[in-house]
């Protein structure tokens, strides 16, 4: 990696400053200045959870495939591996793979795994002709595998143990030669981890156990407390039922955390409580008593059940950018208030805090310093066409290529980072930008900030566009010498 003198005026400065990892980053310009409510979701946005409760999810789906679905008791050896899968990618039902695809539908080779072991490049360039996923096999715009797709995509963060689960119940069949159909284990696995939620398993599992499950309440708490003495306006709207959530909030904030919140909802059904108007408001007591009056009015004290968007903007008249909602799930929690509502909307990535402080280690700066030169290199020599130039050009894009593998594995020996396929934004990454205006590790990092700060995008120069700072340089923007066509002629 040793770079001459003479070549390292065309390395692009990347920047010694390190990044803080509590910071908000903006897709869109926003000012707080202008926001007058505040709107939650619960799981990974109020409440945080530890690693423990991905290993509960896992440990009870596995049992429920065994004693439920009569799968192996074999399947019984297998563990949850935390940093085996990260959020954002696909996976094709069919042929029972699980990878990682970039904002413009190509698989990120090295990224294909079959069980828990990876799929060669050349049996999957064969197996899809090519690396790119036509957007008709691809899951529809909300992440959903329906009407034909054969791609699901996994963007909620209790997803993790569901990829794992699958991973390890593929290998178990491969390596044990059992004949089985990928789309029944698919929907298998599914329904299990389903009946985690669903029937009520984890819920009474964390609340008996509510310590070694939720943290960060600290911080969640500060924010809470800010901005109900700046006089917010606050409201929560969540797919957890009451009883979960009214015992991690007393542990996060208190036995007084409804007093904060000017209205609460629980078992919304997101996403469908964003579209479906036919769900009326339903009432329900601290004790679960469900009332059959009709609502006209959202209360602050009272709990309300289902409902739907429509019905609450009729009764709150929170309407448009005075309204900023967070959640961490960027289908199911933003797009439709963003699309279709004009909400503003801040997501929450717990991933981020981890891959910043990767970002800002020297070993990765110096990684990125070099295959930034590196890629410079050979877009520069590549018109040099004599063999000399062209065998060092070779080396160059031999060596290139194994440095992309090896920031890869900085963040994720299998799968890289959940934001970029070597130099392409991910899939997930191009959603982010799309439904969220702002996001951040973790509610706390808006601590940070007072409520007058305005959140500015990166002004990133679009290729066309002339850079006007050293990092944000090209080496195609610095006077590179072209091929010259055969039919030029000179004035």
């Known amino acids: 990696m040793y770079l001459p003198q003479i070549i390292l005026p065309l390395i692009p400065e990347i920047s010694k400053n ?24 619960y799981d990974y946005t109020l409440a945080f959870y530890s690693r423990r409760l991905h290993t509960l999810i896992f ?25 085996f899968v990260i959020r954002g990618l696909h996976y094709d039902v069919q042929k029972a793979l699980l990878m990682k695809i970039d904002a413009f539908h190509y698989i990120q080779l090295g990224t294909v795994y079959r069980g828990l072991h990876p799929v060669p490049d050349k049996e999957v360039i064969a197996m899809y002709d090519g690396s790119h996923v036509p957007l008709e096999n691809m899951s529809d715009f909300y992440g959903k595998s329906s009407h034909g797709h054969t791609m699901k995509q996994y963007m909620d963060i209790f997803s993790l143990p569901e990829m794992n689960l699958l991973c390890c119940v593929n290998d178990y069949f491969m390596k044990h030669n059992i004949d089985y159909e990928p789309v029944h284990l698919y929907k298998d696995v599914k329904a299990a981890i389903g009946d985690v939620h669903v029937k009520g ?9 509510i310590e070694n499950y939720i943290s960060y309440g600290e911080q969640t708490h500060a924010v809470l407390k800010k901005l109900y003495e700046d006089g917010k306006k606050m409201f929560l709207i969540t797919n957890s039922p009451f009883d979960f959530v009214d015992r991690g909030m007393n542990y996060i904030v208190g036995t007084e955390w409804r007093e904060l919140f000017d209205i609460v909802i629980v078992q919304a059904d997101k996403p469908g409580f964003f579209n479906d108007r036919r769900k009326p408001f339903r009432r329900v007591t601290d004790k679960g008593v469900l009332h059959w009056d ?9 709990i309300y059940k289902q409902g739907n968007l429509y019905e609450f903007l009729r009764l709150t008249g929170w309407r448009g950018s005075k309204v900023l909602y967070f959640g961490d799930h960027i289908y199911s929690d933003l797009a439709d208030l963003t699309l279709k509502h004009g909400w503003r909307t801040g997501a929450i ?13 020297k070993e990765y700066v110096h990684l990125m310093t070099w295959l930034q030169g590196l890629t410079g290199l050979i877009e520069h020599m590549q018109v040099h066409r ?3 130039s062209q065998a060092v050009v070779q080396e160059w894009i031999k060596e290139r290529e194994a440095m992309r593998s090896q920031t890869k594995n900085i ?23 799309r439904f969220a205006d702002i996001y951040m590790a973790s509610l706390s990092c808006l601590l940070n900030y007072d409520f007058q700060h305005t959140f500015f995008p990166r002004r990133t120069p679009l290729q066309h566009e002339s850079p006007f700072w050293p990092e944000q340089t090209s080496a195609g923007a610095m006077n590179m010498p072209f091929v010259p066509h055969r039919n030029t002629v000179e004035d």
Do not use: C, W
């Open 349 to 361: 990535i717990p991933e981020l805090r981890k891959e910043v402080k990767i970002m800002n280690t």
């Open 18 to 41: 390190s990044v803080n990892p509590n910071t908000i980053f903006a897709n869109n310009e926003m000012s707080l200045d202008n926001i007058e409510i505040y709107g939650f979701d």
């Open 411 to 433: 963040f994720n020996a299998q799968f890289g980072s959940l934001f970029r396929t070597y130099h392409n934004p991910t899939y997930f990454s191009r959603r982010l930008s």
């Open 386 to 388: 004599d063999p000399a």
């Open 201 to 209: 398993i984890l819920y009474r599992a964390v609340e008996a156990d």
């Open 59 to 83: 440990n009870i789906a596995r049992d429920i495939l065994i004693q439920e679905h009569r799968y192996p008791e074999g399947l019984q050896e297998y563990e949850y591996t935390p940093d």
């Open 294 to 302: 009709r609502i006209h009015k959202l209360e602050k004290g009272n």
